[in-house]
Nanobody, 119 residues
């Protein structure tokens, strides 16, 4: 079983920064990709950023140049968010996809962390 836990959300003023962390644990053999999604009230969940095991990254157009995704080890990912805007307010979710020790594919989600950008 694979667990994913996010941390680091909170309240920040427009133009400020926040750093979200995500840690995957459990019977992990390999993680192929780790992603950050977000869901604002009344809106669909959207993909924010992805990072592959090889370090390749992709970003939503709305966050390019402001957000940076990285991995500090094989099971942890960081989302550095700068120049935050009120429209970045959402619950942010971490997602990890890979294979476990039985070589079974997993697709695991965290419980989400609230990010609120407001003056």
């Amino acid at each position: 079983q694979v667990q994913v836990v996010e941390s680091g959300g909170g309240l920040v003023q427009p133009g400020g920064s926040l750093r979200l962390s995500c840690a995957a644990s459990g019977t992990i053999f390999s993680i192929y990709v780790m992603c950050w999604y977000r869901q604002a009230p009344g809106k669909q969940r959207e993909l924010v950023a992805t990072i592959s095991s090889g370090g390749n990254t992709n970003y939503a157009d709305s966050v390019k140049g402001r957000f940076t995704i990285s991995r500090d080890n094989a099971k942890n990912t960081i989302l550095q968010m700068n120049s935050l805007k009120p429209e970045d307010t959402a619950v942010y979710y971490c997602n990890a996809r890979g294979s476990d020790l039985r070589r079974t594919v997993f697709d695991s989600w965290g419980q989400g962390t609230q990010v609120t950008v407001s003056s």
